[in-house]
């Protein structure tokens, strides 16, 4: 049964966890089950002067922005701030958006760079900006797509070897810190963070058919 209100549902999971694949896959089933459906990625790089920035910053650009936790979460925030428009415009006219990250992302990433966790400062403070205070429209459900960090930088590997335009950027090759923002993201879905949460084997995979019955019912 196709939905009778958009909704934004978002994909979330550490660098490498095959986030891409998922929507893709997702996105077939949900039209073959006659949903109309749109999807978008976030950073939106090559779009978004803010995406641009943070995406030179992880790369080292701009001297030491990438360092703090905070500035890199006002840019990725900002990002989305642009797209407000567009994002209320999509879910307007289609039934599902399907989008690769959102505000979870930020929260969790920023979380796990100060060794906080989910209910601590940072996490709050992305809710407070880019919900309370830049309005962003809450999504209506998050499929969080979990594997082991080792899987998900093997596979991030993989990747960069085989598209030079995706080399590994600091974050994506810091261990640590996907271990960590793992743990960050199991919290968030956990508490249903602002909505919420279907949690998605990355290994094993998942029923892409039941799963789009759930999203249009």
């Known amino acids: 049964m196709v939905a009778a209100v958009g909704r934004l549902v978002v994909i979330e999971g550490i660098d490498g966890a095959g986030k891409r694949t998922l929507a893709n896959g997702l996105t077939k089933t949900l039209e073959t089950a006659g949903g109309s459906v749109t999807s978008l990625a976030f950073p939106r790089y090559g779009k978004s002067i803010h995406a641009d920035l943070v995406q030179e910053a992880l790369y080292r650009g701009h001297g030491d922005l990438a360092d703090s936790v905070y500035g890199m979460g006002l840019l990725y925030a900002l990002d989305r701030r642009g797209a407000v428009d567009e994002l209320r415009a999509e879910r307007d006219t289609h039934d599902v958006v399907l989008l690769d990250r959102y505000v979870a992302s930020n929260a969790a990433?920023?979380?796990?760079?100060?060794h906080q966790d989910a209910r601590g400062e940072f996490v709050n403070w992305v809710r407070e900006?880019?919900?309370?205070r830049f309005g962003?429209?809450?999504?209506?459900?998050?499929l969080l797509l979990r594997v082991a960090p080792e899987v998900a930088a093997a596979r991030a590997d993989r990747r960069a070897r085989a598209n030079a335009d995706r080399a590994k950027d600091s974050f994506e090759s810091d261990g640590g810190l996907q271990e960590r923002c793992g743990a960050v993201y199991d919290e968030l879905a956990a508490m249903s963070w602002?909505?919420?949460w279907h949690t998605i084997d990355g290994v094993a995979g998942v029923d892409l058919k039941a799963l789009a019955d759930v999203l249009l019912s």
Do not use: K, T
Not at 136 to 142: F, I
């Open 194 to 196: 602002l909505s919420p």
């Open 136 to 142: 962003l429209p809450v999504p209506e459900a998050h």
């Open 109 to 114: 990433y920023g979380a796990a760079r100060l």
């Open 129 to 132: 900006l880019e919900i309370d």
